[in-house]
């Protein structure tokens, strides 16, 4: 199993400011995956993020506005740039062992833009 | 890309009677197929999953069932109980060791 301590576990932040959510994970894992997941809503992936690669983002969401680090194999961070309330969310970051396994999840991050 | 397709979006039942959540999907090439149960304010957490080369298994109260030619796959959760209540979500690969998640069943036990 893997362990991610996701911080922080909640923000307010004011518009057209910056938040950088970080994910530590227990092990050393391949990829890493930021989802944002609206209030009632599903699970959207945002992007997957490789150790020394860029992240690949999915349709509609953009480096600008969401960009990623991956410095080593157990950490990431997600910013989420100049934010508007339509930013307001849950995070996740989320891990798995390998393809066609389990995947595991960071506790969330909960933001709200005023 | 996979699409997946979850229903109902929310489930109201009586304790002790079963529960069914149905999902389908569209790529033939997807081999796993996992539920995720996420209680109010945590984390996803897998509760079964099922791959390709069966058509059901289970756990206790929870069975899953899998029709590859029809390309859907549904939860059973059997004896329900309190704690039950959730929101349940499936998913199927999505490439490069993604996952394409169902919009998500609120299932609520009453007592």
């Known amino acids: 199993s893997a362990v991610i301590s996701q911080k922080p576990s909640r923000d307010i932040c004011q518009r057209g400011t910056s938040l950088t959510i970080q994910c530590q994970v227990d092990?050393?894992?391949?990829?890493m995956f930021w989802y944002r997941q609206q209030p009632g809503q599903s699970l959207t992936l945002i992007a997957t993020a490789n150790q020394g690669s860029e992240a690949t983002y999915e349709s509609g969401f953009v480096i600008d506005k969401f960009p990623i680090s991956r410095p080593n194999l157990t950490f990431s961070t997600l910013t989420v740039s100049n934010m508007s309330p339509e930013d307001s969310s849950i995070y996740l970051c989320?891990?798995?062992?390998?393809?066609?396994?389990?995947?595991?999840f960071g506790q969330g991050t909960r933001l709200t833009v005023v | 890309g996979e699409n997946v397709e979850q229903h109902p979006s929310t489930l109201s039942v009586q304790e002790g009677d079963s529960a069914v959540i149905k999902c389908t999907y569209s790529?033939?090439?997807?081999?796993?197929f996992p539920w995720y149960k996420q209680e109010l304010g945590k984390r996803p957490q897998l509760i079964i999953d099922?791959?390709?080369?069966?058509g059901e298994k289970k756990d206790q109260r929870i069975a899953v069932t899998l029709n590859k030619t029809a390309k859907h796959f549904s939860l059973h959760i059997t004896e329900t109980q309190p704690e039950d209540s959730a929101v349940y979500f499936c998913a199927a690969p999505g490439g490069a060791q993604k996952l394409v998640f169902g919009q998500g069943t609120r299932l609520t036990i009453n007592p």
């Open positions: 092990s050393q894992v391949t990829m």
């Open positions: 099922i791959r390709s080369n069966v």
């Open positions: 790529d033939s090439a997807s081999n796993y």
């Open positions: 989320s891990v798995d062992l390998g393809a066609n396994t389990e995947a595991f």
